[in-house]
């Protein structure tokens, strides 16, 4: 179906398999393969299993993109939105299995489905926009309200805390942990139960539960766009420093820009600043 989602849909099952770069970034092409993966997989009326390569489900949004201008960052923020709003609301289940690294669109990826698996191992999960000088979007901030433990909402929106797995698994990212050989096989597994339920009642129910999250994002989705409109600035070069101390990562040879916001209000408006630094502490802005 596409280079950058693989979709193999085997006894009412869809994988569809991430695989763009070293760190699976999202670019607006990304969102597209996604959505003409999940036309199809509502077409076969297939289980979805959305899974990325060894070692890294998602770092998050494409750096080009993101440091392109505001209107660019904004309108791939507003695309990634509406695909967890879409996510959030598909008619099949929705299984993400998450085989290492899961950070700012990465995470909220987690955040959009019904069931998350994630794997042992050295790998960081969560929203660390806000370590990076992004003030929090608003669809991303009631998606997280509402899927992250309450006492984990707060350390991991506001204060940009970085998660291990099994602390993930206790903060709302993910529901299981298993070995990385056995991630494959546990997601199946996942996946053959949910084709028992009745589909019908699944789809309406998830409608019913969903209904309050689903209205907050069509509502923040607008005010994300509408905040482009009021704070029309141009991206100003501002010093940042990476903090990968405070988060408790370490250095990688990967190449990182940061984004800093240039408006008042501290949302979308951005500059780049090249550092070196771990591909963790920057997320949205990783370069494979």
Partial sequence: MSELIAYHL???????????????????????????????????????????T?????????????????????????????LARRLLSHPFPVIVACPGHA?????????????????EGPFSIGLN???IGMTMHHAGIELARDRLRKSAFHRSVINAEMFTPQDALSAGFLDKVVA?????????????????????????????????????????????QEHLANHPHRPQSKPVASGLARVGLQSSPFKATAIIQSDPTGSFGAASQPYAASPLATGILLTA
């Avoid at 998050?60 to 309108?75: F, R």
């Avoid at 995470?107 to 794997?119: H, T």
Wanted: overall charge neutral.
């Fill in 10 to 52: 085997e006894d009412g099952i869809a994988t569809l398999t991430l695989s763009n770069g070293k760190v699976n970034a999202i670019s607006p092409a990304v969102v597209s393969a996604f959505n003409e993966a999940l036309d199809q997989a509502e077409k076969d009326r297939a289980v979805v299993i959305i899974t990325g």
């Fill in 54 to 82: 060894p070692g890294i489900l998602s770092g998050g949004y494409d750096l080009k993109v993101m440091t392109a201008g505001p209107k660019e960052a904004v309108s791939l923020v507003t695309s990634g939105s509406t």
């Fill in 103 to 119: 950070v700012a669109k990465g995470a909220f990826l987690l955040l959009s489905a019904d069931y998350r698996i994630g794997v």
């Fill in 129 to 131: 926009e806000v370590m």
């Fill in 180 to 224: 990385p050989e056995e991630l494959q096989a546990a997601a199946l597994e996942a996946a053959r139960q949910l084709k028992k339920i009745n589909m019908n009642a699944h789809k309406h129910t998830k409608l019913k539960v969903r209904k309050a999250l689903l209205e907050l994002l069509d509502n923040a989705i607008i005010q994300d």
